[in-house]
């Protein structure tokens, strides 16, 4: 492989030096971007899908009573809805996708630790999903449990519980294994030079998250092991009638459902602590707070699990102290929000289309975050339990939040790994009707949910039409938004113009490289880092 | 994967120590619900431990850890270049676990005769302290169990990487990652069996 890495004169970068012919070239490929591009497509391909499911709810809530499906197909609409956002588009996402891509390029490695355990991973989530998808066709239906599987009615109904456990599970293996991966990677293949407070915020964010993926995420394996074990085998150690307790299972599946909102949202903030600097011409105010949030955020969102579960039947001490640590996982977060406003205070802001979705993200995030405490308290929060003030508050949270970062991460770095630019006023103007279209949607649901409609049902009082219609019509703005980002994106990566090395006049690794990089990225020259990742001075950017 | 780069073999163990973390969280879910349950029914739970045969867990205690030691050994035989002392002491490690699971199949044979297994009408008629114990007891010795015949296939591939000189006396981590992880499946055991066959008596 190294002497194709030395004749790569060539434009085309890793593209043009597959190892086997044609498709084999990817899907045997051990190159980190060949993967992250599996992924990346894989993903966005899911999240299409998603999208879909999510119009055809909002098209159901047009009007109260029965629109276009009955309460059967609409539980399962939801619940496939909730099962391919989380588990096949926001948690391996940023992470895979762009954690992939990106990740050993900023540390100066020329791919990562476990390059053949990497495309394993990436195997494990295409059986995974095709798990999840055979679960729809197969003998008893698709599921129709919420993407929580609670118990017992998760182990009592006939549809396809057991087959959507299995893709958990081997989801959750994927996902384990990037991160042992990752953090593998980051603690022996970073180059010389690349100390750890030289290293990128968007993989000091990959770290921390992939610190969770490694802790948390072998509980959810257990948890839908012993939902399967008690649907197939009847030992029902959630069972009251076999002395078991469905709270055991509430507080098993938070116990790793809860921290992977952070493995959800904390790569986001990485891409955001990435962008900001880079369009503002300024060095990242505060880098170690930053560095230091994402490990406090990493930490303190494993103590919180049993916020989920206020109303659930906990001992009012419990809540009391569950509601107390909720609280300081805000501390964290706001540093963060205070330090990107900071350095892009006085800077000299471009808004090209990465730093408006980034920008987006930090209004959308903070209004899903203050929310949240709206729901940490224990009061508020039986108050709007389970209503779709919960549904608006956690869409903008993973939408506003980690699905913005994504699309930011999309337009930042897309350009690199496939060497040509998009058109960046579409770009922005699809930025416009996106942000528009989700807040029409999400803040209509917030109000809705206020004033008492509850989340999960296919009908609800005429009271409520008025807000609904709103919020159907905020989502078909939302789509429209989607379809012009998506054409756009697409058509300028593959027909737009060659956007060179480093259009965006970073100072981070990844834009010393040629775009597309090379197979092994940097070759036989390890290179040397002789400054930080924002140093834009010494980078000769400035 | 260039040629003049040598394995980073502190990556390469950094790496499965990782792994055997996961593990031991895994695991973790189950001792969660064993000690949640045990305080809720702690009676019920002496009851259910003596059922089970101390001389069954106590044996396979024992041919387990001799077979950690054998592993320990064979690492050391291998790198001290003595590679035929060295698949015997792995197809001696295999053989304990193959002892181990027969062991196991008798123990549970037996239980299972007795009517007790995860549904069965017997155990349902049970107390409900006694059937979440039994079914604490199937599904952790059994996920142990498949670890054990997991742990035994790597070492299986190991030792056919051996026979090949794919691992060597100077290229041996693929071996200490197979013995780590075959410790960890003593390790669990060494929780398991004083959690099921002694603390209760």
């Not at chain 1, 939302?478 to 100072?507: E, H, K, Q, S, Y």
Request: aromatic share 16%; charged share 10%.
């Amino acid at each position: 492989m190294s002497d194709l890495t030395a004749t790569a004169g060539s434009d085309r970068g890793f593209f043009g030096e597959a190892k086997y012919p044609g498709i084999f070239g990817w899907i045997f490929s051990t190159d980190h971007k060949r993967i992250g591009l599996l992924y990346f497509w894989c993903i966005v391909t899911f999240f299409c899908v998603g999208v879909l499911l999510g119009l055809l709810i909002r098209l159901e809530l047009f009007a109260p009573g029965e629109t276009i499906m009955g309460p059967q197909t609409y539980n399962a609409t939801f619940t496939l809805h909730g099962v391919i956002m989380i588990f096949l588009f926001i948690i391996p996402g940023i992470p895979a996708a762009f954690g992939n891509l990106i990740m050993p390029i900023q540390i100066g490695a020329r791919d990562v630790a476990f390059p053949k355990l990497n495309l394993f991973s990436w195997y494990l989530y295409v059986s995974g999903a095709l798990m999840a998808v055979i679960s729809l066709f197969a003998g008893g239906g698709p599921p129709d449990t919420g993407w929580t599987f609670y118990v017992p009615f998760s182990a009592q109904t006939s549809t396809n519980v057991s087959l959507a456990a299995i893709a958990v599970f081997l989801l959750g293996f994927s996902s384990i294994l990037t991160g042992l991966n990752f953090v593998t990677t980051i603690h022996r293949l970073r180059t010389t030079g690349m100390t750890w407070m030289r290293i990128p915020l968007f993989t000091w964010s990959l770290y921390a998250t992939a610190w969770i993926q490694i802790l948390a995420t072998p509980v959810i394996g257990i948890t839908v092991a012993l939902l399967f074990a008690e649907r197939v085998l009847g030992a029902g150690l959630f069972d009251p009638t076999q002395g078991g307790d469905p709270i055991m299972f509430q507080h098993l599946f938070w116990i790793y459902s809860h921290p992977a909102v952070y493995i959800m949202v904390l790569p986001g903030m990485g891409v955001v602590s990435d962008i900001i600097p880079v369009f503002s011409r300024k060095p990242a105010f505060g880098y170690k707070a930053i560095v230091v949030s994402s490990i406090a955020i990493a930490f303190a969102g494993s103590l919180v699990w049993a916020h989920h579960m206020y109303t659930s039947g906990m001992s009012d001490l419990a809540v009391l102290i569950f509601s107390f640590l909720t609280f300081t996982v805000a501390i964290p977060s706001a540093i963060k929000v205070f330090n990107w406003l900071a350095t892009m205070y006085e800077g000299s802001i471009l808004l090209d289309p990465p730093l408006l979705f980034a920008l987006s993200f930090i209004l959308l995030f903070t209004i899903g975050g203050l929310t949240g405490l709206v729901l940490g308290a224990a009061a508020t929060d039986i108050h709007v339990h389970d209503t779709y003030f919960v549904v608006g508050h956690f869409h903008f949270v993973m939408f506003g939040g980690t699905g913005m970062a994504f699309f930011a991460a999309m337009h930042y770095w897309l350009p690199k790994i496939y060497g040509r630019m998009y058109d960046k006023t579409v770009a922005t103007v699809s930025w416009g009707v996106i942000f528009i279209g989700f807040c029409i949607l999400y803040i209509s649901m917030m109000v809705v949910g206020i004033e008492g409609m509850p989340r999960r049902y296919y009908d609800y009082v005429p009271e409520f039409t008025g807000l609904n219609q709103l919020a159907t019509v905020g989502s078909w703005i939302l789509a429209i938004g989607l379809i012009l980002m998506f054409v756009n994106i697409f058509r300028g990566i593959f027909n737009g113009d060659p956007a060179g090395a480093n259009p965006w006049g970073g100072a981070s690794l990844e834009w010393e490289v040629p775009s597309p990089p090379p197979t092994e990225n940097f070759g036989e020259d390890d290179p040397v880092v002789t400054h930080g990742p924002y140093d834009f001075k010494n980078a000769g950017i400035l | 994967m260039s040629g003049h780069i040598h394995k980073d073999y502190t990556g390469a163990k950094f790496g499965m120590w990782l792994f055997l973390f996961t593990e031991v969280l895994l695991f973790g879910g189950l001792f969660i619900l064993y000690s949640v349950y045990l305080a809720r029914y702690p009676k019920e739970f002496i009851s259910a431990g003596k059922e089970l045969n101390v001389w069954f867990g106590g044996g396979n205690t024992l041919v387990l850890l001799t077979s950690s030691l054998f592993v320990a050994v064979s690492i050391t035989a291998l790198r001290r270049g003595a590679k035929r002392l060295c698949l015997g002491l792995l197809g001696a490690t295999i053989a304990c676990a193959a002892i181990f699971m027969l062991n196991k199949f008798f123990e549970w044979s037996a239980k299972i005769h007795h009517g007790i297994y995860p549904g069965s009408e017997h155990l349902k008629e049970m107390k409900h302290g006694e059937i979440v114990f039994f079914n604490l007891y199937y599904l952790t010795t059994g996920l142990h169990g498949i670890h054990v015949v997991i742990g035994a296939l790597v070492l299986t591939w190991a030792m056919f990487l051996i026979k090949r000189d794919r691992v060597n006396a100077n290229d041996w981590v693929i071996l200490e990652n197979a013995g780590l992880y075959w410790h960890l499946v003593d390790l669990i055991w060494i929780f398991i069996f004083p959690l099921y066959y002694l603390i209760l008596h």
